[in-house]
């Protein structure tokens, strides 16, 4: 599925080494210099899940297929690029296509690589990037209330709703608050989507920290932990070069040097996976001789939407859902042990999947 998310930061953080590291390749040039990424770099990553890899090994698959995300290195922005400085409008009409935001803050002291604010200050660095996403709101807001006011006035129920809202917003951002603080029911943060506004969309901060803050963090780290705290948002701690290190290195390698820092896992794993969160997403299994796949989706769908996910004409053809948890697949081992057991269910249209649900659906076409 179309999931992504955009790394963005000033310039200078570390934004595309961590996009290599990523994705293994070398495809995002990581330079000492500002705008070294001008236009974006999209890689395709595959989230880790241990669930998969025991599954295949139980049914013998042949193939194992993980679930993938798509993550995307932007420029680096600086001040002014609300109003176009830099490559100010490049960046943001870049963040209005991705689904959330990783925010790389530099959390490092290193005099051979320059800081485009020549002192090393996380808040202030995000706090900048945060400015600038509020103003480019303000002005959209400005022009979608201004061509809206017009329908408003013919006594359109909807625009009016709508209207009332905007303007609600503008007074929030006005007030230094991005529009995802607000805590909306159901269908106002549905609609707040339609607007596509820059702070509406989930953020993950990621501290950029040096080799030897790698297990534990610094000060600075702190600093923005605290931050995404008091936002409800999440950060994670990654050493950007370690990561660009054991990226290269093979699966045996790569759990002795983490192994040597004392690092249980990478931290490209746990932004993935936090990532994965921050999306509101889920995974679905299903298991086979020929083929066991991990399969995207969001949280609270239906069971159609899950066989959607598949093929189209699963979706429109759906009869049932034989289904089986995970838990269920690692205590009786195979497909047939749980349907001897009694512990597979058959799950209508009306189903709501569960994260680590395991599929077999039948349709008619």
């Given at each position: ?34 705008f070294c990424t001008i236009e974006p770099n999209t890689g395709i990553v595959a989230v880790p899940d241990i669930r998969l890899k025991k599954l295949s090994e139980l049914a ?211 932004l993935i996976r936090k990532g994965f969160d921050l999306l509101g997403l889920l995974t679905f299994f299903t298991v086979g001789p020929k083929e066991a796949r991990a399969w ?70």
């Amino acid at each position: 599925m179309g999931f992504k998310c955009g790394i963005v930061g000033l310039p200078n953080v570390g934004k595309s080494t961590l996009f290599n590291a990523l994705t293994e390749t070398a495809t995002a040039e990581a330079a000492n210099y500002p705008f070294c990424t001008i236009e974006p770099n999209t890689g395709i990553v595959a989230v880790p899940d241990i669930r998969l890899k025991k599954l295949s090994e139980l049914a013998n698959s042949q193939k194992v297929i993980p679930a993938q995300m798509q993550f995307v290195d932007i420029a680096g922005l600086v001040s002014g690029a609300s109003k176009g400085e830099g490559l100010g409008n490049k960046f943001l009409s870049h963040i209005r296509e991705v689904d959330a935001i990783v925010h790389v803050l530099r959390c490092f002291e290193d005099t051979e690589i320059t800081h485009v604010e020549n002192k090393i200050n996380p808040l202030r660095d995000c706090e900048i990037i945060e400015t600038e996403l509020m103003l480019a709101d303000l002005d959209s807001l400005d022009k979608q209330i201004q061509n809206l006011s017009k329908k408003a006035k013919s006594n359109d129920p909807d625009a009016k709703k709508d209207l009332a809202l905007m303007k609600d917003l503008h007074i929030l951002l006005s007030e230094g608050k991005p529009v995802r603080s607000v805590d909306f029911d159901n269908e106002k943060i549905k609609k707040v989507k339609t607007f596509n506004l820059l702070t509406s969309k989930p953020v993950l901060y990621v501290c950029n920290v040096s080799e030897k803050d790698a297990a534990l963090g610094n000060e600075f780290s702190q600093v923005i932990s605290e931050k995404a705290k008091q936002e409800n948002c999440v950060s994670v701690i990654i050493s950007g070069a370690i990561e660009a290190e054991i990226a290269l290195l093979n699966e045996e390698e790569k759990n002795e040097f983490l192994m040597d820092l004392k690092l249980e896992e990478s931290g490209l794993n746990r932004l993935i996976r936090k990532g994965f969160d921050l999306l509101g997403l889920l995974t679905f299994f299903t298991v086979g001789p020929k083929e066991a796949r991990a399969w995207t989706l969001k949280k609270d769908s239906t069971a159609p939407e899950a066989a959607g996910t598949i093929h189209t004409d699963f979706q429109k053809g759906f009869i049932r859902a034989e289904t089986i948890s995970y838990d269920d697949y690692l205590t009786y081992r195979s497909e047939q042990a749980v349907k001897d057991s009694g512990r597979m269910r058959v799950e209508g249209s009306d189903y709501i999947v569960q994260d680590g649900d395991i599929f077999h659906f039948r349709f008619n076409v």
